[in-house]
């Protein structure tokens, strides 16, 4: 079962840039048909969507952020990488990747990031 | 970008049937939007009940299950169960985006 998990600080000030990493267990990175999606929540609200990368090296982003925002992989590492540039309050969020391939979405446990001064 | 609206909230009593949908903005829902749903209890990450329209994880109570229904995406669960209580969202993949309903807070009472 796939497993994945979320790390990086969880504190970031205004106007940086957040850099999430997202481990994903071993194996999964070596199908050919495996997609991977960050996802946020901020506090009390709804789930939303801030991109996939695909196996075949496409990424989408939600359109209101792609200016600010990488999504990359690194396959020798396992890893699924974040960064979002110039934060601000609106930000702060529990910070999620997911991945699926070969049928279904496995989550990680998410990640809480606050941005403050 | 397309908004993707789901009920607000939904009671219902133990042991009855009840459906969500999850609509789209841009018109009917289809397979081609490989619509998920996933259970969220508070404190918890996510968990996914159903992807692709009806296919369902592992771990899925079999009182769940998808389809399309009048243009949108629907959950349908056969018998809450008072640990039904959660917010449940649909995902919906577009060309290029992918967007997540605005949640559906179930109270089992």
């Known amino acids: 079962q796939l497993q994945l998990q979320e790390s990086g600080p969880g504190l970031v000030k205004p106007s940086e840039t957040l850099s999430l990493t997202c481990t994903v267990s071993?194996?999964?990175?070596?199908?050919?048909?495996?997609?991977l999606l960050w996802i946020r929540q901020p506090p009390g609200e709804g789930l939303e969507w801030i991109g996939t990368t695909y196996y075949s090296g496409s990424t989408h982003y939600k359109p209101s952020l792609k200016s600010r925002v990488t999504i990359s992989v690194d396959t020798s590492k396992n890893q699924l990488s974040l960064k979002l540039s110039s934060v601000t309050a609106a930000d702060t969020a529990v910070y999620y990747c997911?991945?699926?391939?070969?049928?279904?979405?496995?989550w990680g446990q998410g990640t809480l990031v606050t941005v403050s001064s | 970008q397309a908004v993707v609206t789901q009920e607000p909230s939904v009671t219902v009593s133990p042991g009855v049937t009840v459906t969500l949908t999850c609509a789209s903005s841009t018109g009917a829902v289809t397979s081609g939007h490989y619509p998920y749903w996933f259970q969220q209890k508070p404190g918890q990450a996510p968990t996914t009940l159903i992807y692709d329209t009806s296919n369902k994880h592992s771990w899925t109570p079999a009182r769940f299950s998808g389809s399309l229904l009048g243009g949108k995406a629907a959950l349908t669960l056969s018998g809450a169960q008072p640990e039904d209580e959660a917010e449940y969202y649909c995902l919906l993949f577009y060309s290029g985006t992918s967007v997540f309903g605005t949640g559906t807070r179930v109270t089992v009472l």
């Open positions: 997911a991945g699926g391939g070969g049928g279904g979405l496995y």
């Open positions: 071993g194996g999964f990175m070596s199908r050919s048909d495996y997609y």
